[in-house]
Nanobody, 123 residues
Framework: QVQLVESGGGLVQAGESRRLSCEVS????????IGWFRQAPGKEREFVAI???????RVADSLSRRFTISRDNAKKTVYLEMSRLEPEDTADYLC?????????????????WGSGTLVTVSS
């Protein structure tokens, strides 16, 4: 059983940076890879980034120059650091958990979902 709570969203200006947090409630935090997905209004949910307990990680190719993901196992928290935000980044950002070390990118294999935090980037 895993509970995920996102925070850090809000209204930001284009070009600014923002850090999102995903607090993970579980007794087996190291067992899970934690990822971020986003869903823009009227669009399908898409992969953003994922990290496993050993620090291995992957970021979507289109976002890798601006987004980074990190994990603090002691705090049971995963961060998504976003820089040079653009209006196109506006979306509901959701945290997800997947058992095992695989750096998955498909929504179909996610085991648990958070409820999301909304990021709105104004031009």
């Amino acid at each position: 059983q895993v509970q995920l709570v996102e925070s850090g969203g809000g209204l930001v200006q284009a070009g600014e940076s923002r850090r999102l947090s995903c607090e993970v409630s579980t007794d087996t935090f190291s067992k899970y890879s934690i990822g971020w997905f986003r869903q823009a209004p009227g669009k399908e949910r898409e992969f953003v980034a994922i990290i496993n307990w050993g620090g291995g990680n992957r970021v979507a190719d289109s976002l890798s120059r601006r987004f980074t993901i990190s994990r603090d196992n002691a705090k049971k928290t995963v961060y998504l650091e976003m820089s040079r935000l653009e209006p196109e980044d506006t979306a509901d950002y959701l945290c997800a958990a997947k058992s095992g070390p695989a750096l998955v990118s498909s929504t179909k294999v996610v085991d648990y979902w958070g409820s999301g935090t909304l990021v709105t980037v104004s031009s």
